[in-house]
């Protein structure tokens, strides 16, 4: 059974740095995607950021230049660095992990991120 715990979130100032963890634990896929997304309060969940197996890497457009996502293999350990925070980065942030051979997705609990002075 494939877990996703996330980590990170909290309350920062705008124009601050969080850096978001993704701990998956269970089986690890050869083949996968592994995304960030953030759900604000009465607004659809929205793809932040994803990086795939091999490496490759797209970013929604508010988060060029901002956000970073990335991987530590060793600890099957996803990241998601976002700088210059603004208010309307404020919302729940999730990361999913995909299995593309079998198209199944696993989802993390999510974890709030706060923008504000």
């Known amino acids: 059974q494939v877990q996703l715990v996330e980590s990170g979130g909290g309350l920062v100032q705008p124009g601050g740095s969080l850096r978001l963890s993704c701990v998956v634990s269970g089986r690890i896929f050869s083949i996968y995607s592994m995304g960030w997304y953030r759900q604000a309060p009465g607004k659809q969940r929205e793809l932040v950021a994803v990086?795939?197996?091999?490496?490759?890497?797209s970013y929604a457009d508010f988060a060029k230049a901002r956000f970073t996502i990335s991987r530590d293999n060793v600890k099957n350990t996803f990241f998601l660095q976002m700088a210059s925070l603004k208010p309307e980065d404020t919302a729940a942030y999730y990361c999913?992990?995909?299995?593309?051979?079998?198209?199944?997705?696993?989802w993390g609990q999510g974890t709030q991120v706060t923008v504000s002075a």
């Open positions: 990086i795939t197996s091999n490496s490759f890497t």
């Open positions: 999913k992990l995909t299995d593309v051979v079998s198209s199944s997705d696993y």
